[in-house]
């Protein structure tokens, strides 16, 4: 059942003696769980109620008055910012209405959060930072909620279970939260003190600077990014990082490098909470508003998860490119190649052919090569005909031959001798090459086939 302000200003009045409400205004607060009113007095004092709606939520205010009263004043002072004192309560049936003391300060919304500045941004984090290191032993020694960090996992698995046999949770989400939680290298954390209900209605501000906390119902030692997940929802990343950089400058604890993504995962997962909340109360208007939003959840996933896929193809197409491009550079570069036509080889000279060049003493000229590099006999060659170093053709090497004896028969030339018949000298040998060509008919050069050719002796004048 809700209560009106008015109402509300009249329970304030019976839980605190003396109480004259001249003033009464709406305040937020878990619509689902709580009534809030803020009232002010006859003597210009402010007073914050809150009435619960239902057993549960009475009890986290039952727990609230005990977490505030092992807030001694020693541990107060350490604290940066003030805390609510429960000056009154009044009961109603199974339900405890609680009346709270005035607290400096203004709430704002989260989007006037995002863009009070960084300062505002730095505050909040060093304000997280001051909640995360009040000593453990003051909530263990209060009876609250502590887990370890497995503990905690297993708590969120049991949780997971339990939203699914709703039939409500996308596939896709049931699918994402489960591989979330089987990663037991995201859960090592070292667990502290946690607010538990930390949000942007539960922080007043003064100017830039935070002056006072409240909402204290779900304290416990636990997972520190659950006090995180409410930044999630700001859609800001840049908010959201500069509230972590200050939280870690002001912390004496290492960097939790998987805090932030178990904060988007706690954001996610209070709406499988929700469902849950709206299920077991019968309320048909919270499963409808949960059963909304994780379809508009599961929209966002789906699309993410596409843009993520884009993103790695392009990268590694970019990855596959780059890789190429490196190949080719370290390839050598193809060596340049002239191609030279090779003369047939030359075949083997007849064996009369042999037989009629004389073996020693005869006045011999080069008149050819087969093979090797041209020389200056290449123009006694020519006149036969053939190009310089050209090879040639067997058959005109033998007409040659045979031609020279005839020739040299007919000129009274002794061949088996080699000597001049008028002279009687032996004539002189045409060295033209200059390289010292055999005088016996072969060339000095490896390799190399010559015919030797009887000379044909000048007639005087």
């Not at 340049?336 to 075949?347: D, R």
Request: overall charge negative; charged content about 25%; aromatic content about 4%.
């Amino acid at each position: 059942m809700k209560r009106t302000p008015m109402e509300l200003a009249a329970m304030a009045s019976a839980a605190v003696p003396g109480l004259t409400p001249t003033g009464v205004a709406g305040s937020p607060d878990d619509a689902a769980d709580f009534d809030a009113a803020l009232l002010l007095d006859d003597a210009g004092r402010r007073w914050r109620v809150r009435s619960p709606k239902h057993l549960e939520a009475s009890m986290r205010l039952e727990t609230e008055l005990l977490v505030l009263r092992t807030f001694v004043p020693a541990v107060r002072a350490e604290l940066p910012f003030a805390l609510p004192y429960v000056a009154g309560t009044v009961r109603q049936g199974e339900l405890c209405t609680f009346v709270y003391s005035h607290l400096p300060g203004a709430l704002r919304s989260i989007d006037a959060l995002v863009t009070a500045g960084s300062s505002v941004a730095a505050e909040i984090g060093r304000a997280m930072a001051a909640i995360h290191a009040i000593p453990r032993e003051l909530v263990t020694s209060a009876d609250l909620p502590s887990y370890s960090a497995n503990e905690f996992r297993q708590r969120r698995l049991n949780e997971l279970d339990q939203a699914a046999t709703t039939g409500k949770i996308p596939a896709v989400l049931l699918r994402r939260w489960e591989h979330a939680l089987e990663d037991v290298s995201l859960w090592r954390f070292k667990p502290t003190v946690v607010h538990g209900d930390l949000h942007e209605d539960n922080i007043l501000l003064t100017g830039e600077r935070v002056s006072a906390v409240t909402g204290w119902t779900d304290l416990r030692v636990g997972d520190p990014a659950d006090d995180f997940a409410w930044l999630i929802a700001a859609n800001d990343p840049r908010f959201t990082e500069t509230v972590h950089a200050a939280y870690l400058e002001a912390s004496n604890d290492p960097e939790d490098p998987h805090l932030i993504r178990r904060a988007a995962l706690s954001a996610e997962f209070a709406l499988a909470q929700w469902l849950v909340r709206g299920v077991a109360a019968e309320n048909s208007t919270m499963v409808d508003e949960a059963v909304e939003m994780l379809g508009t959840l599961e929209e966002d996933v789906l699309a993410q998860e596409a843009s993520d896929r884009r993103d790695s193809q392009a990268r590694a197409a970019d990855a596959r490119a780059a890789e190429a491009e490196a190949a080719a550079a370290v390839r050598p570069a193809a060596a340049k190649v002239t191609v030279v036509p090779i003369a047939p080889e030359t075949a083997p000279t007849a064996s009369g052919a042999d037989d009629a060049a004389p073996d020693t003493g005869s006045v011999s000229r080069v008149v050819g090569a087969e093979t090797g590099p041209a020389t200056e006999n290449s123009a006694d060659a020519a006149t036969d005909g053939h190009e310089p170093g050209e090879s040639e053709p067997e058959t005109a090497r033998a007409a040659g031959t045979q031609a020279g004896a005839d020739e040299a028969a007919a000129s009274g030339v002794d061949t088996d001798s080699g000597n001049d018949p008028e002279t009687g000298n032996e004539p002189v040998v045409d060295d033209a090459s200059g390289d010292g060509a055999a005088r016996d008919g072969h060339s000095s050069q490896p390799g190399t086939e010559t015919t030797a050719l009887p000379l044909t002796p000048v007639p005087d004048k």
